[in-house]
């Protein structure tokens, strides 16, 4: 075989060397998108698990958020070729291929110590926000156990009281009862315009002017006539309220969902059954009764499902509700090395984990509405402008 014949061959097996690492860089640039979304939901469900095992030794929850993730494959390939030229040349080739590989991704991580996240943390969850959960898959049931700390119901025969209390058995299954009789009536809940008024009552010698019209408009305040030169400025809010799909009983048929139209309500109509601040959430019927729900804040939800674990721990006791599948433990966290966990967490040198499956219960949509609720608390001052993912090939 001739040189130049031998050289043709090399530097085609060059060519082709090049290629398939080519083509094995774009593979990896494919795959990178859904291997950081998988490696971020893994390391978020960790540190809630986390948390929820620190509440439940009575220890601080801590937070901390990936701001920006910045994704990277690159490789760089190449090779060496020597050919001997000339009568003095030896007769000997040389042949030496090079490459090298950058992949992974970068994090900037943020800790979550500042005002803006601590005043939604602590702040009861609003209307709005378990409506938003209700829309959603998760059991009725799993959002009431979980967003309700206590319930007051006064009718014909007196008024009863239940305490959604995991360390007192009796309260959780008397709660349980509650929970289970509104979500058979139908329970769920509706978007609704909340209208208050906004400050005195103005006596003006002539109607409001076009401009002073569009100014209130512009602070989200409207002006009505109340006759004799009389206006009251009003304010509409977005809001939401409880209602009953088929009620039973009398009192909560008086709060039947309008689901057809949309609807404005004020302060003191009967049938809102919302909240108009605060985690009070009420609801009365003049000569049936009343109905009280006392929201809870997000830090409260870490300290209810941290009360479940220790219960679990101490008592061997799993808080179930009611679901369609049949009673369903709220959260199931066992303690030790497993091969079957879907999320597992390292805390005081023990492995604690949540089962994969049926179970689990209902521990991944606890995580998923925690994480959601989390990531309405979280500060806007956190989040760069450029909140981007962004993968580098070459």
Not at 157 to 183: A, C, I, W, Y
Not at 353 to 380: E, N, R, T
Request: contains cysteine; glycine residues 8%; hydrophobic residues 40%.
């Amino acid at each position: 075989m001739s040189r130049s014949m031998l050289a043709g061959q090399l530097i085609a097996a060059a060519s082709i060397s090049l290629l398939l690492v080519g083509c094995g860089g774009t593979e990896r640039l494919d795959t990178a998108m859904a291997t950081i979304n998988q490696d971020y939901s893994r390391l978020q469900d960790e540190a809630l698990l986390l948390n929820i095992v620190r509440r439940s030794a009575s220890l601080p929850a801590h937070f901390t958020t990936v701001t920006t993730i910045r994704g990277r494959s690159r490789f760089f390939a190449g090779a060496n070729l020597t050919l001997p030229f000339g009568g003095e040349a030896p007769a000997d080739f040389s042949f030496n291929p090079h490459m090298s590989i950058e992949q992974g991704p970068g994090f900037d991580v943020s800790t979550q110590d500042n005002q803006e996240f601590y005043r939604g943390y602590i702040a009861p969850i609003s209307t709005t926000s378990l409506a938003f959960m209700l829309r959603q898959d998760y059991p009725p049931e799993l959002i009431l156990s979980l967003f309700l700390k206590n319930a007051h119901v006064q009718g014909p025969n007196g008024t009863e009281r239940f305490f959604n209390n995991p360390s007192k058995m009796v309260d959780f299954n008397h709660f349980q009862q509650m929970v289970n009789r509104l979500v058979d009536q139908g329970i769920t809940m509706e978007s609704a315009v909340l209208v208050s008024r906004y400050g005195p009552e103005l006596r003006l010698k002539q109607a409001p002017s076009i401009d002073q019209l569009i100014s209130a408009r512009k602070e989200n305040l409207s002006v009505s006539a109340r006759g004799n030169n009389r206006y009251q400025l009003t304010e509409s809010v977005e809001s939401a309220r409880f209602c009953f799909v088929r009620p039973q009983e009398a009192l909560f048929k008086l709060a039947r969902c309008k689901l057809e139209s949309r609807k404005e309500f004020q302060l003191d109509d009967s049938d809102f059954f919302g909240s108009v601040g605060g985690g009070r959430v009420y609801f009365e019927a003049k000569g049936l009764g009343k109905v009280e729900l006392r929201t809870r804040s997000l830090a409260e939800v870490l300290d209810y499902l941290g009360e479940c674990v220790r219960e679990q721990e101490a008592k061997g006791t799993l808080l179930t509700i009611r679901t369609h599948a049949g009673p369903q433990p709220i959260i199931q966290v066992r303690q030790g090395m497993t091969m079957n966990a879907v999320v597992r967490t390292e805390f005081a040198g023990d492995e604690y984990w949540i089962p994969k499956g049926p179970d689990g219960g209902q521990s991944g949509a606890v995580l998923s509405m925690v994480s959601q609720l989390l990531a309405q608390a979280q500060s806007v001052e956190d989040i760069p402008i450029n909140n981007t993912i962004n993968l580098i090939g070459q």
